[in-house]
């Protein structure tokens, strides 16, 4: 089964700038095996799909941004061990992503929610005997971290970091069309700082609209809406496991349309969705309001680009008043307190 076949046109049409028109169909076979399908049941947004106070253009799951990962990885390396090892790197994610990470008291690293690629990947028959079948080391695919194209220390830029700011600029915040994403895309190329491959910009007006971008990206997961969502559906998930009708481990099994209704099936849990779904505007405080509230700090996500600048390798920021402007702005922004809904729960 072809990939690009069941996906909306616009996807497609992102794919082909991600990989240049030059699609590794020797994917597809990893794609059919049962741990990247279920990938295609959790959201890529952890759960803000299914708030009232976001309107996605579409669903984009944890698989198409696996498999985008994956074509930019091969469109900057032509290499299969790193494409691959993109391709797999979310194995591990549970159900709605990181709220997980608030279910276990983690918002701010958000690093406990994700289970070992490596474990994985080890028990997986049907990935191994591909592997096997290309003659590749799983040792060469299990662990991105050895490839800092596609994983390195924020805030530099890396292909996980890159494509979770470009797909959002195009699907949540609409910032982008996949004309603008193909403008910023074709200049970037594989620079060095300290003998490290990075991705960066060869252009400094294009980097500083692509860092417009990204100060849009990093404000609106910084804002209440978002760490309200994600606090909220953990708080669900949480009576649902207390009342002994789901696991955490179902989490890493189940897709996020199988926990939903399981939600639906409990009228209580049931009427909370529902607010969720039709929540239009939160409140909000500087004081601990009388009703459901959130209140939290929340990871940090932003990047500053490297670029090639009068013959030299630097820090966006290093050269650019508007990237050091837009910088120290996001630094420095704080939401109210608290926010809450005035619904009695």
């Known amino acids: 089964m072809k990939h690009l076949d069941y996906i909306n046109d616009e996807i497609k049409e992102y794919y082909m700038i991600l990989c240049d028109n030059d699609y590794p169909y020797f994917i597809d076979k990893y794609i059919n095996t049962n741990?990247?399908?279920?990938?295609?049941?959790?959201?890529?947004?952890?759960?803000?799909?299914?708030?009232?106070?976001?309107k996605m253009k579409f669903w984009y799951s944890r698989l198409h941004h696996s498999v985008a990962c994956a074509l930019m990885m091969w469109y900057f390396t032509k290499n299969k061990e790193q494409t691959l090892a993109a391709l797999f790197h979310d194995l591990g994610s549970p159900a709605f992503s990181h709220c997980i990470d608030f279910l276990l008291n983690d918002p701010v690293n958000q690093e406990s929610s994700e289970l070992n690629v490596k474990d994985i990947i080890n028990?997986?028959?049907?990935?191994?005997?591909?592997?096997?079948?290309?003659?590749?080391?799983?040792?060469?695919?299990?662990?991105?971290?050895?490839?800092?194209?596609?994983?390195?220390?924020?805030?530099?830029?890396?292909?996980?970091?890159l494509e979770g700011i470009l797909c959002t600029g195009l699907i949540w915040t609409k910032y982008w069309s996949n004309n603008d994403i193909k403008?910023?895309?074709k200049?970037?190329?594989v620079l060095e700082e300290n003998n490290i491959q990075e991705v960066g910009f060869?252009?400094?007006?294009?980097?500083?609209?692509?860092?417009?971008?990204?100060?849009?990206?990093?404000?609106?997961?910084?804002?209440?809406?978002?760490?309200?969502?994600?606090?909220?559906?953990?708080?669900?998930l949480n009576e649902l496991i207390e009342n002994n009708k789901l696991s955490k481990d179902d989490l890493y099994v189940l897709s996020?349309?199988?926990?939903?209704?399981?939600?639906?099936?409990?009228?209580?849990?049931?009427?909370?969705?529902?607010?969720?779904?039709?929540?239009?505007?939160?409140?909000?405080?500087?004081?601990?309001?009388?009703?459901?509230?959130?209140?939290?700090?929340?990871?940090?996500?932003?990047?500053?680009?490297?670029?090639?600048?009068?013959?030299?390798v630097k820090r966006l920021d290093g050269v650019s008043k508007t990237c050091k402007k837009l910088l120290n702005k996001y630094l420095e922004y704080k939401d109210s307190l608290y926010s809450y809904i005035k619904e009695d729960l």
């Open 35 to 54: 741990d990247l399908k279920r990938l295609d049941g959790v959201g890529f947004f952890c759960g803000c799909d299914y708030s009232g106070l976001f």
């Open 187 to 189: 200049d970037l190329s």
């Open 256 to 312: 996020e349309d199988e926990v939903i209704k399981l939600i639906k099936e409990d009228d209580i849990l049931k009427t909370k969705w529902k607010i969720l779904n039709n929540i239009k505007k939160l409140d909000r405080s500087e004081s601990a309001p009388n009703s459901y509230y959130v209140s939290t700090e929340i990871k940090k996500k932003y990047v500053i680009p490297l670029i090639k600048y009068k013959n030299n």
């Open 202 to 236: 060869n252009t400094l007006k294009i980097a500083n609209d692509f860092f417009r971008g990204v100060y849009k990206y990093s404000i609106i997961l910084q804002q209440n809406e978002d760490k309200f969502t994600l606090k909220y559906i953990s708080d669900i």
């Open 123 to 161: 028990n997986s028959v049907e990935i191994k005997k591909l592997l096997e079948e290309d003659n590749i080391n799983i040792e060469d695919i299990n662990d991105v971290s050895k490839y800092p194209i596609m994983e390195n220390n924020k805030p530099k830029i890396c292909v996980d970091r």
């Open 183 to 185: 403008n910023i895309y």
